[in-house]
């Protein structure tokens, strides 16, 4: 391995930290937190700081391909699961809506329908995605 090489290297291995801990700590809050300040289940809060978590991992584990493939199954897994629990969770959901042009902004809340239909096709796609990855995993695909 060149010099360049291993420089690179450490860069990546130090990048990867910044969503590690990010993952971490999003758990730890999901874990020990008050759920008072929670607008979602604990399971939810958990997946998302998973998804940070997993990037984190599979950046560290990039010279291992199975690991790789491992971690990014599962952050594309909860990435899914906590965009179709919004999309298709029980419970009501907030959502606002915002459009920017140069000089100009409009905000404001949206309709929950509008918001869960939003969130629909992307958590339907980032669930078929982990189910491809998941098979192809299992079918010895990745070595």
């Known amino acids: 391995m060149s010099r360049l090489d291993r420089s690179e290297n ?10 590690l ?9 999901a874990l020990w937190g008050d759920e008072a300040g929670m607008q979602a289940p604990r399971w939810v809060v958990a ?5 940070f978590l997993m990037a984190g991992l599979a950046i560290l584990g990039q010279d291992l391909p ?7 199954a599962l952050l ?4 899914g699961a906590v965009g179709s629990w919004v999309a298709f969770g029980a419970g009501e959901r907030q959502f606002s809506s915002s459009l920017s042009l140069p ?4 905000t404001g ?15 339907i796609l980032l669930d078929a995605l982990a189910i491809y990855l998941w098979l192809r995993l299992l079918a010895g695909k990745i070595r």
């Not at 450490?10 to 969503?19: E, M, N, Q």
């Not at 199975?66 to 990014?72: I, N, P, T």
């Not at 000089?103 to 409009?106: A, E, K, L, T, Y």
């Not at 329908?113 to 958590?123: E, N, S």
């Open 10 to 19: 450490v860069k990546s291995r130090l990048f990867a930290l910044i969503p």
């Open 47 to 51: 997946a998302a700081g998973g998804v």
């Open 76 to 79: 594309v897994t909860m990435f």
């Open 109 to 123: 809340p949206a309709s929950e329908l509008t918001g869960r239909l939003c969130f629909a096709p992307g958590a």
């Open 21 to 29: 801990l990010a993952g971490l700590f999003i758990i730890g809050v």
């Open 66 to 72: 199975w690991f790789s493939a491992v971690a990014g």
């Open 103 to 106: 000089f100009f902004s409009i």
